[in-house]
């Protein structure tokens, strides 16, 4: 990766019963005015994907997180995902990935 900046993603993946979600959508617009994403944390690739499957609803936001700022980050995610604890049956998970010019560079190689 140029000049050896790494520049992770962070997803944030929830899944919560289909029948909460009205609650949880209550719950998404309360985050957006008590947590406006901070431009300085990184880019929103995602901001919030839906889809339903047979175990509710899951939800997946990806951000790409600014060299420095990780920690921040996830503090920001361990925030936005506080807020919905109070559904019952919600779950979610924060993950930290690398992006392949990253992984490529652990083996000692680089994209083309």
């Known amino acids: 990766?140029?000049?050896?900046?790494?520049?992770?993603?962070?997803?944030?993946?929830?899944?919560?019963?289909s029948d909460k979600?009205?609650?949880?959508?209550?719950?998404?617009?309360e985050t957006l005015t008590k947590y406006p994403?901070?431009?300085?944390?990184g880019t929103r690739l995602v901001p919030a994907a839906v889809k339903s499957t047979h175990q509710g609803i899951q939800a997946v936001s990806i951000f790409e997180v600014?060299?420095?700022?990780?920690?921040?980050?996830?503090?920001y995610a361990g925030n936005v995902v506080a807020m919905f604890i109070s559904i019952q049956g919600y779950?979610?998970?924060?993950e930290v990935y690398m992006k392949a010019?990253?992984?490529?560079g652990l083996l000692g190689m680089s994209l083309p």
């Open 91 to 94: 779950e979610s998970t924060i």
């Open 37 to 41: 994403f901070d431009e300085n944390l």
């Open 101 to 104: 010019e990253e992984a490529l």
């Open 21 to 29: 979600a009205p609650e949880a959508a209550k719950k998404y617009l």
């Open 1 to 17: 990766m140029k000049g050896g900046k790494k520049m992770p993603y962070l997803v944030i993946t929830s899944i919560y019963p």
């Open 66 to 75: 600014k060299q420095g700022k990780l920690e921040d980050a996830i503090t």
